[in-house]
Each structure stands twice: as structure tokens, then as C-alpha cells.
């Protein structure tokens, strides 16, 4: 079959995070609502440490299934496993289809908490050190021997 007209977005996923072993994009509402605000989700929740990052940055806009949207994603995602796409979505990855899907639906929520808390007032956004201390913790979540997805 023909391949999906963001191969570039995909591809550069596999290039530069050699983790990633699959990627998902989405227009999913609220991630995008972020996107067409240009604001990155911030750490409203701890959830968002799934994305083994603090934040998720947001791209400046570019046209959709074009390289430079590749290259301006990849420029500002640094250590995070999700960035927003100006105006269009989000793009993640994660070590398996499962892992990805559920980086993109966590984000999806925390995007979301981030809309409704910015609709009524001004979010509290977790410090860095708080959120050194939910990456420390995830790395021992769940269950002992069971397979991790995400977080
Ligand atoms: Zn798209």
C-alpha cells in the first residue's frame, strides 16, 4: 500500500530516537487545541511523565506531509518521546504499537485537564524537581514481571 503522506514524520521518529519502535500521530481535540494555541502541555499531571519529559513541546506550524514538518518537530522535542505540531496534532512514539497508542491517549487526558483548568483559571504546572521525583517513581510502577506499555 501506498505510505501514510507523513512517512518524513514517522521516519525521523525511528532515526533520531533509537527506542522507538513505533510511532503514532493523531488530531486527537486537545492535544490539537494546544497546537493551534502554540502552547506545549505542561505538567498539570504527573501522567504527562509518560512522555519521559516534563513537557510537550509544541512545533511551529508547516505544512502537513512535508519534510520540514519533520525537521521542525524533531528540532524541538529534545528528550520527549511526544511533541505538538503547530496548528495540525500530536506525534509520539513508544517501544511497541501499545506503548505509543498509550502515550497518545495519557497526553490526550493530561492536554484536556490542561484545556479545562485554562478555561476557569491558571493551571498549577508541577516543578521540575516534582517531577524528577514521578520519573524516579515510574520507573517501579505496576506490577513486579509485568510487561510495561508506558508509565
Ligand atoms: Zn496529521
Known amino acids: 500500500r501506498k505510505p501514510s503522506s507523513e ?11 533509537p527506542h522507538a519502535r513505533a510511532v ?3 488530531h486527537s ?3 490539537t487545541t494546544m ?14 511523565g509518560d512522555a519521559g519529559a ?19 518537530a524533531m528540532e524541538v522535542c529534545g ?8 496548528n495540525h496534532g500530536l506525534v509520539c512514539c513508544g517501544k511497541d504499537i501499545k506503548g505509543a497508542y498509550g502515550l497518545a491517549c495519557n497526553l490526550e487526558y493530561v492536554a484536556e485537564l490542561q484545556y ?11 516543578t521540575e524537581e516534582q517531577m524528577a521525583e514521578v520519573m524516579v517513581k515510574f520507573q517501579s510502577y505496576g506490577q513486579p514481571g509485568a510487561k510495561k506499555t508506558g508509565y
Not at 7 to 17: G, I, M, N, P, V
Not at 35 to 48: C, D, F
Not at 116 to 126: F, Q, T
Request: hydrophobic share 50%; net charge positive.
Open 116 to 126: 479545562r483548568a485554562m478555561s476557569i483559571g491558571k493551571p498549577n504546572v508541577l
Open 35 to 48: 497546537a493551534v494555541l502554540g502552547e506545549p502541555i505542561r505538567a498539570v499531571h504527573y501522567v504527562i
Open 29 to 31: 481535540m486537545f492535544c
Open 7 to 17: 512517512w518524513a514524520l514517522h521516519t525521523t521518529f525511528y532515526k533520531h530516537k
Open 79 to 86: 528528550k520527549s518521546n511526544a511533541v505538538l505540531l503547530g
Open 54 to 72: 516534563a513537557e510537550v513541546p509544541c512545533a511551529p506550524y508547516q505544512l502537513f506531509g512535508t519534510e520540514a514538518l519533520a525537521e521542525a
Open 24 to 26: 503514532v500521530h493523531t
